[in-house]
Nanobody, 120 residues
Framework: VQLQASGGGLVQAGGSLRLSCAASGRTFSSYSVGWFRQAPGKEREFVGAIYLGGRRTTYSESVKGRFTISRDNSKNTFYLLMNNLNPEDTAVYYC??????????????WGRGTQVTVSS
């Protein structure tokens, strides 16, 4: 599975962005998919995931209520809609996937990151 993230950019605080992650190489409708991020000088952290065949979503406390993960299996693509962004959300965002349906935090396949910068 190859993953390609896109949609990053510069946005003002309070604004929104939608990231996309296109998967190729294999039909992944049953895969768990997720988003992670890494801010400068910090370790990579979990943002959110869809797992259990799409029946369950989970988010980190820092983004819960502001970010939403969704997927379109017909397009082999999943998304991260980010609302009410703040400067602490500035990071490189990575999409990830795993064929294990119960996995949410520990993914096997990774895409290259896309930079999100939130100005104050």
């Amino acid at each position: 599975v190859q993953l390609q993230a896109s949609g990053g950019g510069l946005v003002q605080a309070g604004g929104s962005l939608r990231l996309s992650c296109a998967a190729s190489g294999r039909t992944f409708s049953s895969y768990s998919v997720g988003w992670f991020r890494q801010a400068p000088g910090k370790e990579r952290e979990f943002v959110g995931a869809i797992y259990l065949g799409g029946r369950r979503t989970t988010y980190s406390e820092s983004v819960k209520g502001r970010f939403t993960i969704s997927r379109d299996n017909s397009k082999n693509t999943f998304y991260l809609l980010m609302n009410n962004l703040n400067p602490e959300d500035t990071a490189v965002y990575y999409c990830a996937a795993d064929e294990r349906t119960r996995v949410a935090h520990d993914m096997y396949y990774w895409g290259r990151g896309t930079q999100v910068t939130v100005s104050s």
